[in-house]
C-alpha cells in the first residue's frame, strides 16, 4: 500500500470528496482517510432503531446544556444521512459582523464569487427545487398559515432524483432517488484515481520534510502514517478541531482560534400547534424535510424557516406550553391530541456566531460546550416576535422546545476552525490555508465563520470547489 501522496484528506463529506475530485482530475495522487464504511443502497435500512442509525451517525454531546450533534460517519459523511435541503445562502450572509463588530467572511469571498461554484455543485449533485406536488401536507399548511397573513413561501431545493416520498432520507435512501456524494462525485474521484481508506481515523497531523504526515488507525486497529505535499482537512465541525487540538506538539504554531467560534448555524427549533377544524397535515408522509422554507423574515429579522417534520419521539422532549405541564397524564393526552395532525416544526436559521467551543475532554475526545450566553439568548429572544405573530394570527399555539427554543439536536455545526481575514480572530485563511502551516487547509464545515442563513451544505460545497480550485492553481 502506497504511503506517499501528493494530498492527503481526511473525511469524504462535502469538505473532503470534492478537492478529491477536483485535485485527482489535475493530475494529483490523493488519499482520502474515511473513518466510517461504506453504505450503499443495498445496506441501508428504513429503521429508526438507535443500534442502526449508530453505525452511520457519530453523536457528541455537550457538556453543559441537554443537546447533542450529529454528524455522518460513512464514507460520503453527512450527504448520506442529511434530509438533502440544499439552498444557496443569501448575499448578506457574507457581509455578517459578530457581536464585536468584525466582519466574519473574508473580503474577498461574496455570494457574487460563490456563485459559480454553487453552479457547479448544483449540477454535480442535480439539485432542483421541488415541485409542489413533493411537498408534504406539513409544507402546505406552513406554506398556508404564511400566505394566510400575506407572506410568501418557496418550495425548497433538494438533490433527488425520483424520490418516492417514503421519508427515510436520515436513515439513507434505499431507492438511490438521494444524490449523496456516493452518485457523484464519490464515483467519479475513484475513476480519476483517488483512494478512500475507510475504516481509517485520523489521529495526528505532523510537520514532514515535503508536507505533513497524518497518522491514522487502521480497521485493524493498528497505527499507519501516511504522507502528503498537501493536507487537507475535512473531518466536520467537531472533528477537523478535535484533530488540531490532538496535534498541538507537533503544530505549535496553530492559531489559539481552534476549536473556538462553534455555532449552530443560528438554529433554533419551535413547534405549532394547529388550531381544531383544519385538515390533518399527516406529518409522517412524505419526505424528511416538509419541503418549504420560508425568505419572508429575512430582511426585518435576519432569518430564514424550514418546516420540517417531527418524529414522535418530540413528546420526550421538554415541550413547553404557556401554563401547562410538560409531563404527566394531561400532556399524554395532548401528545396524543396533536400527534401526527396538528404539529408542525419550525426550525429558524441565521447568520451568528458562536461563543462555543470543540475541547478535548479527560478521555481525549471531542466534547462541545455551547453556552446559553446572554448574546446567544438576546439572539433567540429576538426571533420569537415573528413566529408567535405568524401562530396567533392563524389562531395556533407556538410550543417551545426547551425553555428558550434552544434546539434538542443539532446537525449543522459550524465555525471552529474559521476561514477570516484577521490572523488574530481565524484559523485560516480566505484559501482555507491554516496559518503559518502552508500545504495545511481546512475546506469544510469548520472553516464556515458564521450561520449561512439557511442549512449549510450546499455552502460548505461550494466553498470546498473553490479552495479547492485555488489549490489547483497555486500548488
Ligand atoms: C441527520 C442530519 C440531517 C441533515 N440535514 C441537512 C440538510 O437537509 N441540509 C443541509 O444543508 N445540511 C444538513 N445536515 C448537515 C450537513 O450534513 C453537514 O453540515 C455537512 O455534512 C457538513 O459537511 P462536512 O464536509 O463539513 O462534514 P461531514 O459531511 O460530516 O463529513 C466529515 C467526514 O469526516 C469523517 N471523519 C471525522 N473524523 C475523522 C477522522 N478523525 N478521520 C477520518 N475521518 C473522519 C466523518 O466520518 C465524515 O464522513 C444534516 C446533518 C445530519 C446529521
Ligand atoms: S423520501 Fe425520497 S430521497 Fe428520501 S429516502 Fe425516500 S425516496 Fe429517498
Redesign the pocket.
Known amino acids: 500500500m502506497a504511503n506517499t501522496f501528493d494530498v492527503v484528506i481526511?473525511?469524504?463529506?462535502?469538505?473532503?470528496?470534492?478537492p478529491a475530485l477536483r485535485l485527482a482530475q489535475a493530475n494529483k495522487k490523493v488519499l482520502v482517510?474515511?473513518?466510517?464504511r461504506v453504505y450503499t443502497e443495498q445496506d441501508f435500512k428504513q429503521s429508526w432503531d438507535l443500534k442502526y442509525l449508530s453505525n452511520l451517525?457519530?453523536i457528541t454531546t455537550s457538556d453543559d446544556y441537554a443537546t447533542f450533534f450529529?454528524?455522518?460517519?460513512?464514507?460520503?459523511?453527512?450527504?448520506?444521512?442529511?434530509?438533502?435541503?440544499?439552498?444557496r445562502s443569501p448575499s448578506e450572509t457574507f457581509q455578517f459582523t459578530d457581536y464585536n463588530g468584525y466582519k466574519v467572511w473574508p473580503d474577498a469571498i461574496t455570494r457574487q464569487v460563490l456563485d459559480p461554484y454553487y453552479d457547479m455543485v448544483e449540477s454535480m449533485m442535480q439539485i432542483r427545487q421541488a415541485t409542489w406536488d413533493e411537498v408534504s401536507k406539513t409544507g402546505g399548511m406552513f406554506a398556508k398559515l404564511l400566505d394566510n397573513v400575506g407572506l410568501t413561501c418557496d418550495r425548497a431545493r433538494?438533490p433527488y432524483v425520483n424520490c418516492r416520498q417514503c421519508g427515510y432520507?436520515?436513515a439513507g435512501c434505499i431507492y438511490g432517488a438521494k444524490q449523496s456524494?456516493m452518485h457523484n462525485y464519490i464515483p467519479q474521484a475513484q475513476a480519476a484515481g483517488v483512494e478512500f481508506r475507510t475504516g481509517?481515523?485520523?489521529?495526528q497531523v505532523s510537520p514532514a520534510s515535503a508536507g505533513y504526515t497524518v497518522q491514522?488507525v487502521g480497521p485493524d486497529d493498528t497505527l499507519s502514517t501516511v504522507q502528503g505535499t498537501i493536507v487537507i482537512l475535512?473531518?466536520?465541525?467537531?472533528?477537523?478541531p478535535?484533530?488540531l487540538l490532538r496535534s498541538k506538539q507537533s503544530l505549535p504554531q496553530l492559531s489559539d482560534q481552534v476549536g473556538q467560534n462553534f455555532n449552530n448555524?443560528g438554529g433554533v427549533r419551535f413547534g405549532i400547534e394547529l388550531p381544531d377544524g383544519l385538515p390533518s397535515i399527516e406529518c409522517y408522509k412524505g419526505m424528511?424535510?416538509a419541503g418549504v422554507m420560508t425568505y419572508a423574515y429575512w430582511k426585518d429579522y435576519g432569518i430564514t424557516i424550514?418546516a420540517g417534520t417531527s418524529p414522535a419521539s418530540i413528546f420526550t422532549l421538554n415541550i413547553h406550553r404557556e401554563g401547562e405541564l410538560g409531563w404527566g397524564l394531561d400532556f399524554k393526552q395532548w401528545a396524543h391530541s396533536v400527534y401526527p395532525s396538528k404539529l408542525i416544526i419550525a426550525n429558524i436559521m441565521g447568520p451568528v456566531t458562536g461563543e462555543g467551543y470543540v475541547y478535548l475532554n479527560n478521555n481525549n475526545l471531542p466534547s462541545v460546550h455551547f453556552p446559553l450566553t446572554k448574546n446567544l439568548s438576546n439572539y433567540i429572544s429576538g426571533k420569537i416576535a415573528p413566529i408567535q405573530a405568524l401562530a396567533t394570527a392563524n389562531n395556533a399555539f407556538l410550543l417551545q422546545t426547551m425553555p428558550t427554543g434552544y434546539m434538542y439536536?443539532i446537525?449543522?455545526?459550524?465555525g471552529t476552525c474559521r476561514m477570516g481575514d484577521d490572523p488574530a480572530r481565524s484559523v485560516a485563511d480566505g484559501n482555507g490555508q491554516i496559518r503559518n502551516y502552508p500545504g495545511l487547509f481546512v475546506?469544510?464545515?469548520?472553516?464556515?465563520p458564521c450561520g449561512?442563513g439557511?442549512?449549510?451544505?450546499?455552502?460548505?460545497?461550494a466553498n470546498?470547489e473553490r479552495i479547492a480550485q485555488y489549490i489547483v492553481a497555486n500548488w
Open positions: 481526511v473525511g469524504s463529506g462535502f469538505g473532503g470528496s470534492i482517510l474515511e473513518q466510517g451517525l457519530s450529529r454528524s455522518g460517519m460513512v464514507l460520503g459523511g453527512g450527504s448520506v444521512v442529511f434530509s438533502g435541503l440544499m439552498n433538494f432520507c436520515e456524494l481509517c481515523r485520523a489521529m491514522y475535512a473531518a466536520g465541525a467537531i472533528y477537523s478535535e484533530l448555524n424528511d424535510s424550514e439536536s446537525d449543522h455545526m459550524l475546506s469544510d464545515s469548520s472553516s464556515i449561512t439557511v442549512n449549510p451544505s450546499t455552502t460548505i460545497a470546498a
